[in-house]
């Protein structure tokens, strides 16, 4: 259990320059193979978030129906449900259009990244798992969502529009 970053208000704090920590946001690892989930897991606590694993697609359908995530890092190949059908699932329900779904995959030539795009992943993270990628990519997604529905940000950029219009007007 890592302790709370310190000096305020801060949303994440830089850790050997590249990797990050959180606050506990609750990440959806959905991976089949037992070594994967228990390093993943491993990589994913050290940057202070909070997992949940599901061995397969199907189980994770169930397990988003049940509960709130921020992040779903999705395994493609798996039994049962793999990891297209479960992202078109999740898609085709509405309450999750804005949930970022992330492909963890060792395929990435550009026709599988096309794939998961096309099944409504929103990115991908390389399989072996890079820790810095791993995070980067966590937190691209994670705090892009806040500031574009941040209400603060959204009021400062309207009074920015509206003064660069006053100035145009004189």
Known sequence: QLSEPQGGSESYR???????????????????????????AEMLSSLNLQVS??????????????QAFDIVLMDIQMPVMDGYSATKYIRKLSQFNALPII???????????????SAGMNDHIGKPINFNQMAETIRHH?????????PAVLKNEAELDNGKDAKNDK
């Open 14 to 40: 830089k850790v050997d320059n590249t990797a990050l920590l959180f606050e506990q946001q609750h990440v959806l690892l959905v991976e089949d193979n037992s070594t994967n989930q228990e390093i993943a």
């Open 53 to 66: 694993i599901a061995e397969n697609g199907q189980v994770a359908v169930e397990m988003i129906k049940e």
């Open 103 to 117: 492909a963890m995959t060792a395929n990435v030539m550009n026709e599988d990244l096309q794939k998961c795009q």
């Open 142 to 150: 994670l705090y892009k969502q806040s500031e574009l529905t941040d």
